[in-house]
């Protein structure tokens, strides 16, 4: 697939329990390029000075204390505000995305390219039932607390992103939004292949001609 100037990147953001990271992992196989999800913490650490280990605790949280209880040494006790962690999640997607075609997944690393030319913005959902059960799959909750489990971490992760995104997760913000109900990774990532092949031929033709063949 190429688009205008042979640059794009994918980014993937997706509901808990979406297996948005199998799709996008499958995806980036299949566009031979390569896929960054917890990597991007590794990058994060790299461009803001803020340890990876720091980024991966509070990974999808907000910063509530001024103060890491559990850091083993002193030099890690103090913690920067969520603004930071979120900023060096944002800096890495956009240092990535400069360097590579590829396909980057939560980390706002939609908002994170807004601007990047070449960009392709997917958002994966799915119903709540069979998110459910990817979840409990996933971590092995005691299906007795899984869902209390499940909603409570639904509602945290929505409020977080959404403070960084006001419009994190509304499909008319994306250029695709996939339903993960049905369909394995492998079939959901060739769905989304046909798109990018369908959006690649547009955007390859001349204006005018594209706007004919939409009419």
């Known amino acids: 697939m190429k688009l205008r100037g042979n ?6 953001e997706t509901e808990l329990g979406g297996k948005g990271e199998q799709i996008a992992r499958t995806l980036a196989e299949k566009l031979h390029i390569r896929c960054y999800c917890s990597e991007i913490l590794t990058e994060a650490a790299k461009v803001s000075g803020i340890s990876e280990k720091l980024l991966k605790r509070y990974e999808e949280k907000r910063v509530r204390h ?9 030099s890690s006790i103090y913690l920067p505000p969520s ?11 956009r240092e990535i995305a400069e360097r590579e075609n590829c396909v980057l997944v939560d980390h706002h ?6 601007d990047f030319q070449g960009h392709i913005r997917i958002f994966v959902h799915g119903s709540r039932e069979v998110r459910l059960l990817t979840f409990t799959r996933e971590h092995h909750v005691d299906p007795v607390l899984m869902r209390k489990i499940f909603l409570k971490k639904e509602r945290k992760r929505k409020k977080y992103f959404r ?13 695709l939004s996939v339903n993960s109900t049905h369909g394995t990774p492998e079939v959901l990532a060739d769905h989304i292949m046909d798109f990018l092949r369908n959006k690649a031929a547009e955007d390859l033709l001349p204006p005018t001609m594209a706007l004919k063949r939409s009419a």
């Open 109 to 114: 690393c939609g908002i994170a390219l807004a």
């Open 7 to 12: 640059r794009f990147v994918i980014s993937v």
């Open 83 to 93: 603004s930071d962690f979120q900023a060096a999640q944002i800096a890495a997607c």
């Open 66 to 74: 001024a103060y890491d209880l559990s850091a083993m040494d002193a």
């Open 163 to 175: 403070s960084a995104n006001p419009h994190w997760g509304e499909a008319k913000y994306y250029d």
